[in-house]
């Protein structure tokens, strides 16, 4: 209970940190000071992810060591993830080192806390979470080709339909080599308002009112429109919604209980099984693009 307090605690506090970052994206310091905050509440996902922004802005210092031993010796297992989370990086994992032999960098938009970073821990990375660091995927403060790989994960369904082109000339923008975009799309099968509406009004999970609000994008509205900028792509299928939904409310119910329950189940869940999937109805799909 201390520990979920000083969290809320430790967030309020560090929503200054939004607006700071907003006015200079750029400035290490600023992001290498999050860091720090965010490790003292506790937030040791989130200070990783900042002190990883200010080690690619060229942060150095004698205090980084000491802060980054701080941050991994109190990072959470991987295996206790909630089960949809898990699911996604280890797909968004083996994309990527498929793709990346090396210490490549990744830039992340929409990463949330950037747990992304902890499954590619030898890479560049940069975190961009407009909630978290005040920085938006729509003005991304780099110039052309900064990335090797872009990765967007869950976002699209968070942006309005009519600034979906927009954002995805940023991503290609910024890449040099891939962009990634796994995502919940449309299925002409099922109701996707009533399964939405189910989950809001269960939950009141925040993310469930964005996604009604901006309403899952189509899959051949967005390839149509990698094509139309020249480029090529492959698309590929994963999870099933039935499970997905199922974990959801497994998760929100087990929360109110005993969290060292849920933390056992995803264990064994993430540990156990691989990624189930669905050709009829995947959870996400992967569309991965060649920038050359």
């Given at each position: 209970?201390?520990?979920k307090?000083?969290?809320?605690?430790?967030?309020?506090?560090?929503?200054?940190?939004?607006r700071?970052?907003?006015?200079?994206?750029?400035d290490a310091?600023?992001h290498?000071?999050?860091?720090?905050?965010?490790?003292?509440f506790?937030?040791?996902?989130l200070?990783?992810a900042?002190l990883?922004?200010?080690?690619f802005?060229?942060?150095?210092?004698?205090?980084?060591?000491?802060?980054?031993?701080?941050i991994?010796?109190?990072?959470?297992?991987?295996?206790e993830l909630?089960?949809?989370?898990y699911?996604?990086?280890?797909v968004?994992?083996?994309h990527?080192?498929?793709?990346?032999?090396?210490d490549?960098s990744?830039?992340?938009?929409g990463?949330?806390?950037g747990?992304l970073?902890?499954?590619?821990?030898d890479?560049?990375?940069?975190?961009?979470?407009p909630?978290?660091?005040?920085?938006?995927?729509?003005e991304?403060?780099?110039?052309?080709?900064s990335?090797?790989?872009?990765v967007?994960?869950?976002?699209?369904?968070?942006?309005?339909a009519?600034d979906?082109?927009?954002?995805?000339n940023?991503?290609?923008?910024?890449?040099k080599?891939n962009?990634?975009?796994?995502?919940?799309?449309k299925?002409?099968?099922?109701?996707?308002q009533?399964?939405?509406?189910?989950l809001?009004?269960?939950?009141?999970?925040?993310?469930?009112?964005?996604?009604?609000e901006?309403?899952?994008?189509?899959i051949?509205?967005?390839?149509?429109?990698?094509?139309?900028?020249?480029?090529?792509?492959?698309?590929?299928?994963?999870?099933?919604?039935y499970?997905?939904i199922a974990?959801?409310?497994?998760?929100y119910?087990?929360?109110?209980?005993?969290t060292?329950?849920?933390?056992?189940?995803?264990?064994?869940?993430?540990q156990?099984?691989?990624?189930?999937?669905?050709?009829?109805?995947?959870t996400n799909?992967?569309?991965?693009?060649?920038?050359?």
């Amino acid at each position: 209970m201390f520990s979920k307090l000083r969290h809320k605690l430790g967030l309020r506090i560090l929503r200054k940190y939004c607006r700071r970052i907003s006015a200079r994206p750029l400035d290490a310091d600023i992001h290498y000071a999050f860091a720090k905050d965010a490790t003292r509440f506790g937030l040791y996902n989130l200070g990783n992810a900042e002190l990883k922004n200010a080690e690619f802005l060229g942060y150095d210092d004698v205090e980084v060591a000491s802060l980054k031993k701080d941050i991994d010796d109190n990072l959470s297992e991987h295996a206790e993830l909630d089960v949809n989370q898990y699911q996604r990086f280890k797909v968004l994992q083996s994309h990527l080192q498929r793709l990346l032999s090396g210490d490549e960098s990744i830039l992340d938009i929409g990463g949330g806390h950037g747990l992304l970073s902890q499954f590619m821990p030898d890479n560049h990375y940069f975190l961009i979470e407009p909630s978290v660091n005040g920085i938006s995927g729509l003005e991304l403060p780099f110039s052309d080709n900064s990335f090797d790989v872009v990765v967007t994960c869950h976002v699209l369904e968070h942006i309005p339909a009519d600034d979906r082109a927009a954002f995805i000339n940023e991503l290609t923008r910024v890449a040099k080599q891939n962009v990634l975009i796994f995502n919940p799309f449309k299925n002409s099968e099922l109701d996707d308002q009533e399964r939405l509406l189910l989950l809001l009004d269960v939950t009141k999970a925040s993310w469930a009112a964005e996604h009604l609000e901006c309403g899952f994008p189509a899959i051949e509205e967005i390839c149509d429109y990698i094509s139309s900028k020249g480029l090529s792509y492959t698309v590929k299928e994963y999870g099933d919604i039935y499970a997905s939904i199922a974990t959801v409310f497994m998760s929100y119910f087990a929360g109110k209980t005993n969290t060292d329950d849920i933390r056992r189940i995803n264990r064994h869940l993430n540990q156990e099984y691989d990624q189930l999937t669905s050709s009829k109805y995947p959870t996400n799909i992967m569309i991965e693009i060649l920038i050359k």
